[in-house]
């Protein structure tokens, strides 16, 4: 399941047509959003040995480093994110 939101909208921009969800996919998504996104990773991961390969988890946090609007009002939003994973490693060859 996949969610965002934006908190804190500033009151300027509630009544605009399109942080009101009326303007997706529309010019304004376009003129009013940044279209490339860098951030800050950072996580760490393990293995657990368990038979001939071992269980892998890993944990990772993404902090957004671009403004994700390109609009004054909304210039504080950024992307973030955390990720789980889980999975089974098993060795092939001497790797």
Do not use: W
């Not at 279209?35 to 946090?61: A, E, H, K, N």
């Amino acid at each position: 399941m996949f969610r965002a939101r934006a908190q804190k909208i500033p009151s300027t921009l509630e009544d605009n047509a399109f942080f009101d969800g009326k303007g997706a996919g529309s010019e304004l998504f376009e003129r009013y959003t940044n279209v490339i996104d860098l951030g800050m990773t950072t996580g760490f991961d393990f293995d657990v040995p368990f038979g001939p390969g071992s269980f892998v988890f890993d944990f990772r946090y993404n902090l957004g480093a671009v403004n994700v609007f390109n609009v004054a009002p909304a210039s504080g939003l950024r992307n973030y994110n955390f990720l789980f994973m889980a999975g089974y490693k098993i060795s092939v060859g001497g790797y």
